[in-house]
Each structure stands twice: as structure tokens, then as C-alpha cells.
């Protein structure tokens, strides 16, 4: 009876091993605690600005839940209050055609970023366009180069840091919304939606001039009617980064083209 048991015992000895080489085979997923570090100087500027959005929607002529929707199924600060604020003075086609527009820059979005999710799986090249938002694009650019798996860990960290904080602040505006002071309404969110953006894009010259020129020039047109000063300063800073981007690359290019022929040159006589 003893000698039956054996083999027994040995085949439960060596199915622990098994158990745990599969346990350890799945991975398990971790956020990134450096894409965390990298996010935080963007997220806190979008805390006041998803007050202000909610804020925005309990003054709106939309259904609060329809509008409270916007912030989980759109996921897009500008678009979102433009939305809210037109609704009810706007016709629905007109209010489509805003949002398409003021989302417009994700398509370039897209495309900048093409190459690193070229060897992402397909189900996050699906999910990833959910929490594509400026500060998302900006942080993922810097991480464009990274191996396929670190690039995957860190966009999925950011994404739903900022997803997570912006549909916890947007209802809290609508709840505290209504005591905030009349004149600290929503004259300041463009400055807001620009702030975040300032803080980080100062590391590249062209990025940091299209978000001061946006600020601005948001600050600036803030008294137009129906929010346009946002969509103003969008339009601003995107082409003054876009003129400042040519005329960077333009000197960079001549100054390559300087120092090879410098180099051919010292070349020939040596």
C-alpha cells in the first residue's frame, strides 16, 4: 500500500511546479509609476477645468444626464463645453459639426502616432483612441521610441489616469458648481484648458509657443459669445506652433547643411 502511494504523491509534487510556472507565465498588469510622474503636471490643471465643465452643465439647456454622458463617452474638454454651452440655442447638426471640428486635431493626432502603435495588439489600437486627449498625445510622443511593451504600459497608465480624474471631476463641478462665485464662472476655462500644456510643452519651443499663443489669445477672446474663445485660441496656437515648427525645422536643416559642408571642406584641403 505504501509503495501504490508513491507515485501518487510524486505526481502532486510535480503539478505544483506547473501551477505556478503558469501563474507566473501571465503577466500581471502594473501601472507605470514614471508615465504617473510624467501625467501629474498635466492633470492638475484639468481638475479646475472639469469643474468648470461641470459647472457648465448644470447651467445647460441639455439634460443633465445627457450631458453628464459627454464626459465618459466623449472624453474631450473643449468639445464638451462647447457642446453643453450651444445646446438649446444650436441646432443638433450645427452642435455635431462643432464638436467634429474642435476634435479635428486628433486625426493629426493619429497619424503622429501611427508608428509606435504599428506593433501595438489590435485591441489597443481600438481602445486607445478613447482617452486620446492633448496631454495624453503630448506624453505619449516622448515615449514614441520605447519597446513596444513599455510604450503599451505607460499610454495605458496615463490614459487612465486622465480618464479616471476627469470623470471625478465633472461631477464634482456639477455639485459644487452652483456656489462657486459668478465671476470665477467661465471666463477663465480656456486659460485652464491651456495651462496644463504650458507646463509641459515649455521642454519643446514650438509646442510651448502654440500653447502661450492659445492661452492668450483664449484670455484674450474670452468675452465672445457662446465660449468661441476657445475655439479661437485653438485655431491661434495650433498655427503660430505649427509657423514656429517650420521655421525651427528650416534653421536646423540649414544648419546641418552648414556644418557638412564645413566638414567636406576641411576634408579637401587636409
Do not use: C
Request: hydrophobic share 55%.
Amino acid at each position: 500500500m505504501r509503495s501504490a502511494a508513491l507515485p501518487f504523491t510524486a505526481m502532486s509534487t510535480d503539478q505544483h511546479p506547473v501551477a505556478g510556472a503558469a501563474d507566473a507565465a501571465a503577466p500581471r498588469f502594473r501601472l507605470d509609476r514614471k508615465a504617473l510622474a510624467d501625467a501629474v503636471p498635466l492633470v492638475i490643471p484639468a481638475i479646475p477645468f472639469g469643474f468648470v465643465l461641470g459647472l457648465a452643465i448644470t447651467e445647460s439647456e441639455m439634460p443633465l444626464w445627457a450631458a453628464w454622458l459627454s464626459s465618459p463617452l466623449i472624453f474631450a474638454g473643449a468639445a464638451q463645453l462647447t457642446m453643453v454651452t450651444i445646446a438649446g440655442s444650436a441646432s443638433l447638426w450645427a452642435i455635431i459639426s462643432a464638436v467634429l471640428v474642435i476634435n479635428s486635431r486628433h486625426v493629426m493626432y493619429s497619424a503622429a502616432l501611427a508608428p509606435p502603435f504599428r506593433h501595438q495588439p489590435r485591441w489597443l489600437r481600438w481602445l486607445a483612441p478613447v482617452v486620446m486627449v492633448d496631454q495624453v498625445f503630448a506624453l505619449a510622443t516622448l515615449r514614441a521610441d520605447d519597446p513596444p511593451d513599455s510604450f503599451r504600459r505607460y499610454y495605458i497608465t496615463i490614459g487612465i489616469l486622465f480618464f479616471s480624474v476627469w470623470n471625478v471631476a465633472v461631477p464634482l463641478g456639477m455639485v459644487v458648481g452652483p456656489i462657486i462665485p459668478t465671476s470665477l464662472q467661465l471666463d477663465f476655462a480656456p486659460v485652464v484648458m491651456f495651462t496644463g500644456l504650458t507646463l509641459f510643452a515649455i521642454k519643446k519651443v514650438s509646442a510651448g509657443i502654440a500653447a502661450l499663443v492659445g492661452g492668450f489669445v483664449s484670455l484674450a477672446a474670452a468675452g465672445l459669445s457662446d465660449r468661441l474663445g476657445i475655439l479661437v485660441g485653438a485655431i491661434t496656437g495650433v498655427i503660430a506652433g505649427a509657423i514656429a515648427d517650420e521655421w525651427i525645422t528650416s534653421r536646423q536643416s540649414e544648419r546641418a547643411e552648414q556644418s557638412e559642408l564645413s566638414e567636406l571642406g576641411e576634408g579637401a584641403a587636409s
